[in-house]
């Protein structure tokens, strides 16, 4: 995600009254602090001589109309709209709603959007259903695309809680292995 594409980059070194407006769906607290750490390097590139004005949309927020139909109208005049996500799935079907309904809204054709798709490894997943369907979807609109890995952990599978769980040494265990073995015997069959 080193370079924005060319109307982006002109939108940006052109002084302008309005603020360079970006638009950030997210997924998880891993894909929002990747995309902070693009607004803040986008910042520190221009030298903060742009005004940049960031809007947060957490994909659990967007089931509730309202909020949704504040998202498209703020996404419909994003410069570019950022879709982070920690997994590399099919974003969820509210998702795909917003995007499409935000895309559809807009008037200004000088914009991008871009993927923050997440991996073991950092590296942008080539079996990413989320890459395929947000690369349709801008060109679809005739939209800039481009796309970027970051390091996300994955959830733990519940098997490695259940190994976790049986190699634990509970106190109650300690006490029963801690125990005298056997009762002392004495007597004539000793």
């Known amino acids: 995600m080193n370079t924005l594409p060319a109307p982006l980059r002109q939108k940006l070194l052109v002084q302008s009254t309005e603020p360079f407006s970006v638009v950030v769906a997210f997924d998880s607290a891993a894909a929002l602090n990747h995309a902070k ?3 803040s390097h986008l910042l520190d590139k221009l030298n903060h001589t ?3 004005q960031c ?3 957490q994909f659990d927020q967007l089931p509730d109309e309202r ?3 504040e998202a498209v109208e703020v996404a419909a005049v994003a410069d570019p709209i950022i ?3 920690a997994w590399a799935s099919e974003p969820p079907p509210v998702v795909k709603a917003w995007l499409d309904k935000s895309l559809a809204s807009r008037t200004d054709r000088d914009a991008a959007l871009a993927a923050l798709i997440g ?3 950092g590296c942008l997943p080539s ?3 989320a890459y395929a369907y947000l690369q349709a979807a801008a060109a679809r609109n005739q939209l800039a695309f481009f796309a970027s890995g970051f390091v996300a952990p994955q959830p733990a599978s519940p098997l490695t809680d259940l190994n976790k769980r049986a190699s634990a040494l509970t106190p109650c265990l300690q006490a029963i292995l801690n125990r005298p073995v056997g009762i002392p015997r004495w007597g004539i069959n000793e």
Do not use: G, K
Request: proline share 5%.
């Open 37 to 39: 750490q693009l607004c």
């Open 50 to 52: 742009v005004d940049i």
């Open 55 to 57: 809007s947060w949309c």
């Open 67 to 69: 909020f949704a139909r």
């Open 83 to 85: 879709v982070a996500s």
């Open 119 to 121: 991996s073991p490894t």
């Open 127 to 129: 079996y990413s259903m």
